[in-house]
């Protein structure tokens, strides 16, 4: 296996990351409960994307670039943060987001400005073609450019996430289950993965929060991050378990989310979003009365972050 640390990578976050016990939230679901705390990753508003831009930055850098292109949704945290990375590193991120959701000046795009981000938007539901807008852009401005893709999503970049569970098999304590939000996949790829690799017996759950087929997408990105590593393993599907936390649509708050952002702010002082992980920890809420956790078994919720978006969206109608 080429060793993770053999990778070219950039330090741009403070890790480890905090893993604590929620104690209220354990008793009122339970299960013994624990969270591992990636909004406090040190950029930005922190979150899970700090991990990934760490390897996807190190490769731009490698490769000469002066300009850093992604893209995603209006509100995408992912871009937010790529753009704070690289105002820290010298380099000048353009960000082509889909004009969908929030695009007013709140939120991460109130973030971006304060930055002094160049943001544009193109009215397509295809990120091909913004893929191609980056091209003809980054050739019209003559710099070497670098393009990250949506969420950071590649195998390069979910190793961020191999190297968050390599981290959490140096914490304490051990988990039977591993809950996370999956956006574009490649957290919950590179976790899954990971929990192979450095964590045997921990199940890793990925709630969906958006309609792609991350039954595809998930097994794919988990395969290709092994062959980046060198390393042989055989993907299956009882190396993940996914399930569909979307509710009316990606980026549009779910009934159940919003309440979840709500009982973990109020038991536990801690914010959620409700795009992604206030989704996510619904799910795992569902789970928990299920049954799906047994009493003598420990969880641990991941929370990404995604606090932009919590100043971005109308959660009062939910
Ligand atoms: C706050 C937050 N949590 C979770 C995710 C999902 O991560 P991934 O895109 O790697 O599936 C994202 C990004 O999409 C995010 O911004």
Not at 169 to 190: L, W
Request: aromatic fraction near 6%; proline fraction near 4%; charge should be negative.
């Amino acid at each position: 296996m080429r060793q993770l640390n053999e990778f070219p990578r950039l330090s741009l976050g403070l890790f480890p990351t905090p893993v604590h016990r929620l104690e209220k939230l354990s008793r009122l679901l339970g299960v013994e409960l624990w969270i591992k705390r990636d909004d406090l990753t040190g950029l930005g508003l922190g979150g899970n994307k700090v991990r990934k831009l760490e390897f996807l930055l190190a490769e731009a850098k490698a490769q000469g670039a002066e300009v850093v292109f992604t893209t995603g949704g209006a509100q995408s945290n992912h871009a937010m943060l790529t753009a704070a990375a690289a105002n820290r590193l010298g380099m000048k991120a353009i960000l082509i987001l889909k004009k969908r959701g929030v695009t007013a000046c709140v939120g991460n795009q109130l973030l971006e400005r304060l930055m002094g981000t160049e943001v544009r938007f193109l009215d397509t539901d295809d990120y091909a073609d913004i893929y191609d807008e980056m091209d003809r852009l980054g050739q019209s401005l003559g710099l070497p450019y670098y393009k990250i893709p949506c969420g950071g999503s590649n195998a390069l970049g979910s190793l961020g996430y191999v190297a968050c569970a390599g981290e959490l098999s140096e914490q304490k304590p051990r988990f039977d289950h591993i809950v996370c939000a999956e956006g574009s996949g490649g957290t919950m790829a590179g976790l899954a993965l990971g929990a192979k690799l450095f964590l045997p017996g921990t199940k890793v759950h990925g709630m969906m929060v958006d309609t792609d087929p991350f039954d595809e997408i998930t097994p794919r990105l988990m395969r290709e991050a092994a062959e980046l590593l060198g390393e042989k393993v055989d993907i299956t599907s009882d190396d993940y378990d996914l399930r569909d936390m979307c509710g009316p649509g990606y980026a549009i708050p779910s009934a159940e989310g919003n309440a979840a952002v709500r009982l973990m702010a109020e038991r536990e002082g801690i914010f959620l979003d409700p795009v992604y992980t206030g989704k996510a920890f619904a799910g795992l809420i569902a789970m928990a009365q299920e049954g799906a956790f047994r009493p003598d078994e420990r969880v641990l919720f991941v929370h990404t972050g995604g606090a932009g978006g919590l100043f971005a969206l109308d959660m009062e109608e939910n």
